[in-house]
């Protein structure tokens, strides 16, 4: 399992949230069931490390002073313009008390369904929700597509190899990826010109005619 560690600083809440900002420091609050809740902050730069790689099922080592806490990143707020992180909770793990956590799916390998038969994969879940000690907290959890061998295959939420400690906490034959057939391609047939819509004026496409008289534009007068 993957730990992080964050440096936090208590903060006070009468200090201007925009003061704070300009000095490159992210407001924060963690809590839990045995932790009351804490305003902190945290440099904005490093939480943006953390955050990429940790996601919010991966243990952050909040330490703050002598303290630390075993969190998850719970809830980050965005700004609506800039996409920055503007604050963010973190919620502080029980110790001995297990956790129940939506992890992302990462699909690997190749399907013979989809790389010989033309089948198209389907992701139907993109996350799974499991339970595990905090420290048996997988960062994400891989999907073998390489079972995908006929079009009609399946893989099951019970198909899927969780580490030790893992337990699955949704349907075990909830789908989580299938193959859909290829989609065929209909050739389009000419569309046909009716040529009655079409005008043709009458002084175009005619034949001159030896004796015809063929007006001329006249010759614009020259400027003296």
């Known amino acids: 399992m993957a730990t992080f560690n964050l440096n936090a600083e208590k903060r006070d809440v009468k200090v201007n949230l925009d003061?704070?900002?300009?000095?490159?420091?992210?407001?924060?609050?963690?809590y839990g069931p045995k932790e009351s809740s804490t305003p902190i902050s945290v440099s904005l730069i490093e939480f943006k490390k953390v955050w990429k790689k940790a996601g919010e099922s991966s243990v952050v080592i909040v330490k703050e002073g002598t303290n630390e806490h075993e969190?998850?990143?719970?809830?980050?707020?965005?700004?609506?313009?800039?996409?920055?992180?503007?604050?963010?909770?973190?919620?502080?793990?029980?110790?001995?008390?297990?956790v129940q956590v939506a992890v992302q799916l990462v699909f690997v390998g190749i399907a013979p369904a989809i790389k010989d038969k033309g089948g198209i994969l389907v992701k139907v879940q993109r996350e799974i929700e499991i339970e595990a000690a905090p420290k048996d907290l997988p960062h994400e959890i891989e999907v073998d597509i390489s079972k995908l061998v006929e079009i009609s295959d399946v893989i099951h939420a019970k198909d899927l190899k969780l580490p030790v400690g893992v337990d699955l906490k949704i349907n075990p034959e909830e789908v989580v990826?299938?193959?859909?057939?290829?989609?065929?391609?209909?050739?389009?047939?000419p569309v046909a010109i009716d040529m009655s819509a079409i005008e043709v004026s009458d002084a175009k496409?005619?034949?001159?005619?030896e004796g015809d008289v063929v007006a001329e534009a006249p010759a614009k007068e020259e400027k003296k």
Not at 205 to 209: D, L, P, Q, V, Y
């Open 71 to 98: 969190t998850l990143i719970h809830e980050v707020d965005i700004h609506p313009l800039s996409g920055e992180p503007r604050h963010a909770d973190f919620y502080v793990l029980e110790k001995g008390k297990k």
């Open 19 to 30: 003061v704070l900002r300009k000095a490159g420091r992210m407001p924060a609050v963690f």
């Open 177 to 189: 990826a299938s193959v859909s057939e290829p989609k065929e391609e209909k050739e389009e047939a």
């Open 205 to 209: 496409g005619k034949e001159i005619k």
